[in-house]
């Protein structure tokens, strides 16, 4: 997945503010108790950072 998609679901999801509210600042122990700013900068897959979102915050079927 590249970055300009993760961002678009996020957007999707969460609504323009609060998309990079939610990456910056909401610590997810999916992630290893980091953000998903962390994560991404930490090498993560972006992918794998969007499945820990989706199983985290209930995120619909139809946005995954």
């Known amino acids: ?3 300009t998609d993760f961002w678009e679901r996020m957007t999707a999801h969460f ?5 990079d509210s939610f990456a910056r600042d ?3 122990s999916e ?3 980091r953000t998903v700013r962390e994560a991404l900068e930490a ?4 992918k ?3 499945r ?3 199983a ?7 946005l995954r």
């Open 52 to 54: 820990a979102v989706c």
């Open 15 to 19: 609504g323009p503010a609060y998309a």
């Open 1 to 3: 997945m590249r970055l």
């Open 26 to 28: 909401h610590v997810m």
């Open 31 to 33: 992630l290893g108790g």
């Open 43 to 46: 090498g993560w897959n972006a």
């Open 56 to 62: 985290a915050m209930d995120v619909p079927a139809e």
């Open 48 to 50: 794998d950072v969007w």
